[in-house]
């Protein structure tokens, strides 16, 4: 570093994952998993970027995961700077754009590491150090993308070719050209002459000199981004970017946009224990296997298997004789397929999507700013639901034209609002909800609130739901 000032990273969390389900949901992506260790992908870029060289971290989400990104963020008691909001996701380029128009306002030389939130990277030391050695050259306007040193032939991600070394900065190289993903031959071509890396898809950059770039080859991702600030509303927790203006950008990365054109795109390769874990098989590459090859999480029994990924989030899952295969299971959902295939389960979920099937939107457990629920048994006029409600929460005010509801206190102290009137539930406790009755749930205590809800009537949609006061800003 020459004496700049530290490095915001910016952290963006708004992809799908739709490549690990059943596991990865629309409302609860591959971000917010814990993939391969006790916390989630976001957690642990967050953690590898808790350093003294990083200020606090700038987040972009989708805006229904605000509140599960902060949440999570609270577990391991990092607070971001703040957590911009998309209505709509539009790629990297406009993503990056927002952020260096909101970080550049204070400082337009404010260096930017832009980093996915769903990648593993093992050496966080390394990526570090990569870091540090890349910062110079985007002190002095570069864009830096970070190359992957890459273990083999890989064709599911694109490449950089690297040129000559950059006057006076050890170690950053000028951008020879940018590959999409090769065939096996091409890239297996790329390894033997040397000089290629993957493309991680991580850049550093002041803010002046990515919009200075942009503005050169994407004129409107930059207006629109423009727009989309100047009317965004500031809260305490969130920055909500306009949706009309921020929609207006084409869906582009910023490999498209702009890295593939400028002269100013610059690389530092770095070995760094990488993943993007984009697919099952990539997951299994990466994860702790038996002495037979196979990943196994959960509950899970084998015989004769080898080389296989099998988790179970819930019941019991057997197998027997197979080989180089991928089995998940969820509550809801089971996926059975080769690893070579498990690039293929997009095609899945949008054939899922297609139907209108809520197996590709959601689990039956379902986050809340408040807790979660989760949905136990449905039949004609009735459904079953497992409710807990974190500490201090509470849901808002409400009530329902179409449904009645029961509640059973299992474990913890409810404070249960009624029209007027405000009573306290300890567990084994119960109380009536009737059609069209104000009502609330609270948690006052320090310890988790957990009760059944058996909810009766002729619409049991989530759509049902007439709010009056809400803590969290929801209508």
């Given at each position: 570093?020459?004496?700049?000032?530290?490095?915001?990273?910016?952290?963006?969390?708004?992809?799908?994952?739709?490549?690990?389900?059943?596991?990865?949901?629309?409302?609860?992506?591959?971000?917010?998993?814990?993939?391969?260790?006790?916390?989630?992908?976001?957690?642990?870029?967050?953690?590898?970027?808790?350093?003294?060289?990083?200020?606090?971290?700038?987040?972009?989400?989708?805006?229904?995961?605000?509140?599960?990104?902060?949440?999570?963020?609270?577990?391991?008691?990092?607070?971001?700077?703040?957590?911009?909001?998309?209505?709509?996701?539009?790629?990297?380029?406009?993503?990056?754009?927002?952020?260096?128009?909101?970080?550049?306002?204070?400082?337009?030389?404010?260096?930017?590491?832009?980093?996915?939130?769903?990648?593993?990277?093992?050496?966080?030391?390394?990526?570090?150090?990569?870091?540090?050695?890349?910062?110079?050259?985007?002190?002095?306007?570069?864009?830096?993308?970070?190359?992957?040193?890459?273990?083999?032939?890989?064709?599911?991600?694109?490449?950089?070719?690297?040129?000559?070394?950059?006057?006076?900065?050890?170690?950053?190289?000028?951008?020879?050209?940018?590959?999409?993903?090769?065939?096996?031959?091409?890239?297996?071509?790329?390894?033997?002459?040397?000089?290629?890396?993957?493309?991680?898809?991580?850049?550093?950059?002041?803010?002046?000199?990515?919009?200075?770039?942009?503005?050169?080859?994407?004129?409107?991702?930059?207006e629109a981004c423009r727009a989309a600030v100047s009317k965004?509303?500031?809260?305490?927790?969130?920055?909500?970017?306009?949706?009309?203006?921020?929609?207006?950008?084409?869906?582009?990365?910023?490999?498209?946009?702009?890295?593939?054109?400028?002269t100013k795109a610059a690389v530092v390769s770095v070995d760094?224990?990488?993943?993007?874990?984009?697919?099952?098989?990539?997951?299994?590459?990466?994860?702790?296997?038996?002495?037979?090859?196979?990943?196994?999480?959960?509950?899970?029994?084998?015989?004769?298997?080898?080389?296989?990924?099998?988790?179970?989030?819930?019941?019991?899952?057997?197998?027997?004789?197979?080989?180089?295969?991928?089995?998940?299971?969820?509550?809801?959902?089971?996926?059975?397929?080769?690893?070579?295939?498990?690039?293929?389960?997009?095609?899945?979920?949008?054939?899922?999507?297609?139907?209108?099937?809520?197996?590709?939107?959601?689990?039956?457990?379902?986050?809340?700013?408040?807790?979660?629920?989760?949905?136990?048994?449905?039949?004609?006029?009735?459904?079953?639901?497992?409710?807990?409600?974190?500490?201090?929460?509470?849901?808002?005010?409400?009530?329902?034209?179409?449904?009645?509801?029961?509640?059973?206190?299992?474990?913890?102290?409810?404070?249960?609002?009624?029209?007027?009137?405000?009573?306290?539930?300890?567990?084994?406790?119960?109380?009536?909800?009737?059609?069209?009755?104000?009502?609330?749930?609270?948690?006052?205590?320090?310890?988790?609130?957990?009760?059944?809800?058996?909810?009766?009537?002729?619409?049991?949609?989530?759509?049902?739901?007439?709010?009056?006061?809400?803590?969290?800003?929801?209508?």
């Amino acid at each position: 570093m020459t004496g700049q000032s530290k490095i915001v990273p910016v952290i963006l969390s708004g992809g799908m994952g739709t490549r690990l389900w059943p596991l990865s949901r629309a409302l609860h992506p591959k971000q917010l998993q814990a993939l391969a260790s006790e916390f989630s992908l976001l957690q642990e870029t967050a953690i590898r970027l808790n350093d003294a060289q990083f200020e606090a971290p700038m987040i972009i989400c989708n805006q229904e995961h605000r509140f599960t990104v902060a949440q999570h963020l609270q577990n391991i008691n990092i607070a971001p700077q703040s957590i911009v909001l998309e209505a709509t996701g539009r790629n990297t380029a406009p993503a990056a754009a927002a952020a260096a128009i909101l970080l550049g306002e204070n400082d337009p030389n404010t260096l930017i590491l832009l980093t996915p939130s769903d990648h593993i990277v093992n050496n966080a030391e390394a990526f570090r150090a990569a870091i540090t050695k890349a910062a110079p050259a985007a002190e002095q306007g570069a864009i830096v993308t970070f190359g992957i040193e890459p273990d083999g032939p890989e064709t599911g991600y694109g490449y950089i070719r690297k040129a000559g070394e950059m006057d006076n900065l050890d170690g950053c190289f000028h951008v020879e050209t940018f590959t999409e993903k090769p065939d096996l031959t091409t890239a297996q071509k790329f390894l033997q002459a040397g000089g290629y890396y993957w493309n991680g898809g991580i850049f550093l950059f002041s803010a002046k000199s990515y919009l200075e770039e942009l503005t050169s080859f994407a004129p409107a991702v930059v207006e629109a981004c423009r727009a989309a600030v100047s009317k965004a509303v500031k809260s305490v927790d969130f920055i909500r970017l306009d949706e009309d203006a921020f929609s207006q950008n084409e869906s582009i990365s910023i490999d498209y946009a702009m890295m593939e054109k400028t002269t100013k795109a610059a690389v530092v390769s770095v070995d760094m224990g990488w993943s993007d874990v984009g697919s099952w098989d990539a997951l299994w590459q990466v994860s702790d296997k038996d002495d037979a090859g196979n990943a196994v999480i959960g509950d899970v029994k084998l015989k004769d298997v080898s080389n296989s990924y099998v988790r179970s989030e819930s019941k019991l899952v057997t197998a027997i004789g197979i080989k180089d295969a991928v089995i998940v299971a969820t509550d809801d959902a089971v996926l059975v397929t080769d690893r070579s295939a498990s690039q293929d389960v997009k095609s899945i979920v949008e054939a899922l999507q297609s139907e209108g099937r809520d197996e590709q939107m959601s689990h039956t457990k379902v986050y809340r700013p408040w807790g979660w629920y989760q949905s136990l048994e449905v039949g004609v006029g009735f459904q079953v639901k497992f409710i807990g409600v974190n500490p201090g929460a509470q849901i808002s005010l409400q009530r329902h034209q179409h449904r009645a509801e029961h509640w059973v206190v299992v474990n913890g102290i409810a404070t249960v609002t009624r029209d007027s009137e405000i009573l306290t539930l300890a567990k084994n406790q119960s109380i009536y909800i009737p059609i069209g009755m104000k009502h609330r749930l609270e948690n006052q205590q320090d310890a988790p609130l957990q009760i059944v809800e058996v909810q009766s009537g002729i619409y049991l949609g989530e759509d049902d739901i007439e709010r009056f006061d809400d803590q969290y800003g929801r209508e």
